[in-house]
């Protein structure tokens, strides 16, 4: 078992877009292993490498008792919405209401490099989505309204986990703030 740090609100990785995976062999199937542990441990829902420091588009989900990952997702999500409280594992013990699409079709591969495709609504395609997100450099706060963002912005300022290390932030180029979603 290999538990790996993860990485926080304000860390540069986490605004970094991930490099395609184009080399399926062992270190990959250790990468995999590392994020699956790593987010069981938090416990977490789903869990994508820039957030234990790895840029590469891969990410592991445990939703509804299924364990799985998906190396360079594509998505195709539905127009009907979901809306919902949202939590991150890099912004820990805070959670804010966010719209998503309420289905989504994902193709990518497996960590052998077959083709895999994942499709899920409700809270499978809200992972699958925020951890997409997160191989773009996206962080959840981002797709928040103005004023749910402000929330979203003092709360982090506010918690434990910041105050002691406060971070450079960097709001992301992909970011929907001031924008209606």
Same mark, same amino acid.
């Given at each position: 078992?290999?538990? %790996?740090?993860? *990485?926080?609100? $304000? ?14 062999? %062992? ?5 995999? %292993? ?18 234990? $420091?790895?840029?590469? *588009? ?22 009907? =919405?979901?809306?919902?409280?949202? $939590? ?7 959670? &804010? ?9 994902? %193709? ?28 773009? $450099? ?19 300022? =506010?918690?434990?986990? &910041? ?19």
């Amino acid at each position: 078992m290999s538990i %790996k740090d993860i *990485r926080l609100f $304000g860390d540069p990785v986490l605004r970094t877009a991930a490099a395609e995976v184009t080399d399926f062999d %062992k270190q990959l199937r250790v990468l995999v %292993k590392d994020l699956e542990d790593t987010m069981l441990d938090a416990p977490g829902v789903g869990l994508a490498a820039p957030q234990i $420091g790895v840029g590469l *588009r891969v990410f592991t989900y445990w939703v509804d008792g299924v364990l799985g990952h998906l190396v360079n997702p594509v998505l195709d999500l539905s127009d009907d =919405e979901q809306g919902g409280p949202e $939590g991150c594992l890099s912004i820990p013990g805070l959670a &804010f209401d966010t719209r998503r699409a309420l289905s989504v079709v994902a %193709k990518g591969q497996n960590m052998h490099g077959e083709p895999v495709v994942l499709e899920g609504t409700a809270l499978l395609a809200r992972c699958v989505q925020h951890e997409t997100d997160h191989l773009d $450099g996206v962080l959840f706060v981002d797709r928040l309204d103005t004023q749910a963002r402000r929330e979203a912005m003092r709360a982090i300022r =506010e918690a434990e986990w &910041f105050a002691d290390n406060p971070p450079e932030v960097r709001i992301s180029p992909h970011s929907t703030f001031g924008r209606a979603m």
